[in-house]
Each structure stands twice: as C-alpha cells, then as structure tokens.
Nanobody
Framework: QVQPVESGGGLVQAGGSLRLSCAAS????????MAWFRQAPGKERDFVAG????????YYADVVKGRFTISRDNAKSTVFLQMNSLKPEDTAVYYC?????????????????WGQGTQVTVSS
C-alpha cells in the first residue's frame, strides 16, 4: 500500500509559483503511477497531472499544460508539482493520489490511495 501526504500549499499572488510535494510511504513506491487532482469549492475533483512509476510518462490537463510540471524522486518516495504562472482559478485543495494500475487514469475512480489535501489559494 501507499499512503500519500501532501505539503507545500499556501497563499500566492497571481503570476506567482508554488511547489507541492507528496511524500508517499510504502516499499514499492516506484511501482505506482501518481497523480495530482484538485477540487475547488462546489466543484468536482479534477485531474491535474499524472506521472508513471519510473517518471518516463507524464500527462497534464489542458488548463495547466505549459504552467505546471509533475516530477518524482523515487529514491525519496516523493512526487512534486511545480506550479508557475498561477491564476486565481487555480485556487483549490490539491490532492495527491496513487494507483496500482499500469496506465495513468484521468478519473479519480482509478486511484486507490489518497492524501488529505493541501490548500492552494491564488489572489488576484
């Protein structure tokens, strides 16, 4: 099993940057594709970015493509989300998730393990 724990959220002005981290316990961390989702108040939880177990494949939602970068350090069992050029509409709780599947699911139902989330607030 994998237990993700997110950190790095906070308040930032529009145009600024934040780096989220997700530390995941579990011996076989490198076996698991990981992803970031986000949920704004009153909205669905949406896929943001995903990365394969060895980091060789990444996938991004169109709304963050070119601004966000997902990466992982398997030696430290950590996944990162570098967020640049932040916009007020990026404000949400960001969740880290892990899946036992080989592919990178785009829907939250594809992920078995979830962190508690970290708040990101972007002011205009």
């Amino acid at each position: 099993q994998v237990q993700p724990v997110e950190s790095g959220g906070g308040l930032v002005q529009a145009g600024g940057s934040l780096r989220l981290s997700c530390a995941a316990s579990g011996r076989t961390f490198s076996n698991y594709p990981m992803a970031w989702f986000r949920q704004a108040p009153g909205k669905e939880r949406d896929f943001v970015a995903g990365i394969s177990g060895n980091g060789g494949r990444t996938y991004y939602a169109d709304v963050v493509k070119g601004r966000f970068t997902i990466s992982r350090d398997n030696a430290k069992s950590t996944v990162f989300l570098q967020m640049n050029s932040l916009k007020p509409e990026d404000t949400a709780v960001y969740y880290c998730a892990a899946t036992w599947r080989v592919d990178i699911p785009l829907g939250q139902q594809g992920y078995a393990y979830w962190g508690q989330g970290t708040q990101v607030t972007v002011s205009s």
